[in-house]
């Protein structure tokens, strides 16, 4: 490590200027330099990552089963508590309308409603529902550049794209 930390300070020292062909030798020669540092990190790094992520995808082998198990019957015990909340909510509102239309006395619902309880942990959140897609405004839609991308250098048309010949250097 203490190695690499010597190199690393070295290659950060060097300005690179390049006015002539000695000049890029030598800068081909530190970027060389410079990528066999890096593969010696990534090696280095790569012996120890790795082993950890072995032990971390046999735990979740191990335990996976049971979490989706569980997942299941928490989904189940959820989709319970919503239907008898929904129950006691038209029961509520029955009594509420009973009272409006002179059927029962206030107090009488009252003691009603609270002797239906409710059901804890139930609350209301905004979601949002797509009701016609093709009314959303374009701004909304990501496009997928990695398809587009496959399909332009398989040779298929996509309006509005197109594959372009740009330089860089390779490592």
């Known amino acids: 490590m203490d190695k690499i ?12 200027v390049i006015k002539n062909q000695e000049d ?3 800068a081909d020669q530190v970027l060389t330099n410079v990528q066999d540092t890096l593969k010696k990190i990534k090696t280095e790094k790569d012996g120890i990552i790795k082993p950890i992520k072995e032990s971390i995808d046999k ?3 191990k335990y996976a089963p049971f979490e989706e198990q569980l997942e299941e019957v928490k989904a189940k015990i959820k989709a319970a508590k919503l239907a008898y909340n929904e129950y006691l909510e038209e029961a509520k509102a029955k009594l509420v309308e009973r009272v409006d239309n002179g059927e029962i006395k ?3 619902a009252i003691n009603r409603i609270e002797k239906l309880g ?8 905004k979601s949002l529902q797509i009701t016609d ?3 959303v405004p374009r701004e909304y839609f990501v496009l997928d550049l990695v398809k587009i991308r496959k399909d332009l250098l398989a040779g298929i048309t996509v309006p509005g794209a197109e594959m372009v010949d740009k330089k860089i ?3």
């Open 59 to 61: 735990i979740k082998e």
């Open 106 to 108: 206030a107090g009488t």
């Open 133 to 135: 897609e093709k009314k």
């Open 5 to 16: 930390k010597q190199e690393v300070a070295v290659y950060k020292a060097i300005d690179v």
């Open 169 to 171: 250097i390779s490592s």
């Open 24 to 26: 890029l030798q030598q």
């Open 118 to 125: 409710e059901v804890d942990g139930v609350r209301t959140i």
